[in-house]
């Protein structure tokens, strides 16, 4: 009986570590090749979220969308990109910050640069905030 359970114990736990390798090894999804569930202008994503966040929370959270809009600023940290977009609110923009894990044809943007992003909604405050942005062209 004894010998039953160390093997089954030793099964699962065999089983146990190739599941978390098999995890941690996972590739990142390719955002450039993902389905946008929605397509706004700046302006209208962040006055989707401030007029009904629960609601875009709802509908857009953890979900790839596409905005367009004019670049604000562009602001370097090691190898990460952040960009801000313009919404018409001098309180709130649109942040988008560009996947770490895609080739980019270009990481510098000129401000006032009408741009085009694919990216995952994660949250809103005050700001919307993008992350794994690639450039549509």
Do not use: W
């Amino acid at each position: 009986m004894k010998r039953k359970i160390i093997a089954v114990v030793g099964i699962l736990g065999i089983l146990s570590i190739l599941i978390g390798y098999k995890m941690y090894n996972k590739p990142h999804a390719d955002i450039a090749g993902a389905k946008s569930i929605a397509t706004f202008s700046a302006a209208d994503l962040q006055k989707t979220f401030s007029d009904k966040e629960e609601e875009a929370n709802t509908k857009y959270l953890d979900k790839v969308i596409t905005v367009s809009g004019k670049i604000m600023s562009q602001k370097t940290e090691g190898d990460k990109v952040i960009l801000q977009l313009e919404t018409g609110d001098p309180m709130s923009t649109v942040i988008c910050n560009l996947d770490p894990f895609s080739t980019h044809r270009r990481k510098e943007f000129k401000e006032g640069e009408m741009v085009q992003f694919k990216g995952t909604c994660s949250g809103y405050l005050s700001d919307v905030i993008l992350d794994r942005c690639v450039e549509l062209e």
